[in-house]
C-alpha cells in the first residue's frame, strides 16, 4: 500500500509520451497544481470517456495554473490507437508506466478478465501535486467507476486557491 500521504513528497515520476518525448513530475513548472491523472488503458469503455471529457477541459485546468497529464500502462501502440480513436490531440499520454511504479503511488492493480485487457494494469487514480512535489489530495480507485468528476475538481482548486486552504489527511 502506498506511502504517499498529503503534504508529504510524491515519489519521481518519469514517464513516455506518445509524441516519442519523455515527461518528469521534476520538470513541473506549475502555477498551482500538477493533475495526474492513472487510467486502465485501451481496452476501458469508462476510461475512453473520462479521458476525452478531461481533453475537453484543458483549457479550464490551464486558466487555474494546473499542468495536466493522462497515464496508462499501455504499450505505445496502444497508447497511440487510444489517442487516435478518443480524439486526443491535446491532452498529454503517457504510456508504459510499470505496475511497480504505480504501486509506489497507491494504485490498485487488476488482471485481465477479457482478451481485450493487457495482462496486468492499474486502476484509477487522480492525484494534485503541488509545485513543490508533495501531494495536495488523491483520489484512487480499485474498479473503473465512481472517479471524480471534472467540474468538481475545478471547484473545489478554485475554492483551494482563494482559501488558501491546506492539504488534509495528513495524519
Given at each position: 500500500?502506498?506511502?504517499?500521504?498529503?503534504?508529504?513528497?510524491?515519489?519521481?515520476?518519469?514517464?513516455?509520451?506518445?509524441?516519442?518525448?519523455?515527461?518528469?513530475?521534476?520538470?513541473?513548472?506549475?502555477?498551482?497544481?500538477?493533475?495526474?491523472?492513472?487510467?486502465?488503458?485501451?481496452?476501458?469503455?469508462?476510461?475512453?470517456?473520462?479521458?476525452?471529457?478531461?481533453?475537453?477541459?484543458?483549457?479550464?485546468?490551464?486558466?487555474?495554473?494546473?499542468?495536466?497529464?493522462?497515464?496508462?500502462?499501455?504499450?505505445?501502440?496502444?497508447?497511440?490507437?487510444?489517442?487516435?480513436?478518443?480524439?486526443?490531440?491535446?491532452?498529454?499520454?503517457?504510456?508504459?508506466?510499470?505496475?511497480?511504479?504505480?504501486?509506489?503511488?497507491?494504485?490498485?492493480?487488476?488482471?485481465?478478465?477479457?482478451?481485450?485487457?493487457?495482462?496486468?494494469?492499474?486502476?484509477?487514480?487522480?492525484?494534485?501535486?503541488?509545485?513543490?512535489?508533495?501531494?495536495?489530495?488523491?483520489?484512487?480507485?480499485?474498479?473503473?467507476?465512481?472517479?471524480?468528476?471534472?467540474?468538481?475538481?475545478?471547484?473545489?482548486?478554485?475554492?483551494?486557491?482563494?482559501n488558501d486552504y491546506p492539504a488534509r489527511g495528513e495524519v
Open positions: 500500500m502506498s506511502t504517499v500521504k498529503p503534504r508529504a513528497p510524491v515519489p519521481a515520476l518519469e514517464v513516455a509520451l506518445t509524441d516519442g518525448s519523455t515527461w518528469k513530475l521534476s520538470e513541473q513548472q506549475s502555477e498551482h497544481f500538477t493533475m495526474i491523472v492513472f487510467y486502465r488503458g485501451l481496452h476501458c469503455p469508462v476510461c475512453k470517456i473520462y479521458i476525452r471529457e478531461l481533453e475537453g477541459r484543458l483549457n479550464e485546468f490551464a486558466a487555474r495554473g494546473v499542468n495536466v497529464i493522462a497515464i496508462s500502462s499501455d504499450t505505445p501502440e496502444r497508447a497511440q490507437q487510444s489517442c487516435s480513436e478518443w480524439g486526443l490531440t491535446n491532452l498529454t499520454i503517457g504510456h508504459g508506466f510499470p505496475i511497480v511504479r504505480a504501486r509506489d503511488w497507491g494504485l490498485f492493480v487488476s488482471h485481465a478478465i477479457k482478451d481485450t485487457e493487457s495482462d496486468e494494469f492499474f486502476e484509477p487514480g487522480l492525484f494534485l501535486i503541488k509545485p513543490d512535489r508533495t501531494l495536495y489530495a488523491s483520489s484512487i480507485n480499485s474498479m473503473p467507476f465512481a472517479r471524480p468528476h471534472f467540474g468538481d475538481v475545478l471547484n473545489a482548486i478554485d475554492f483551494v486557491v482563494k
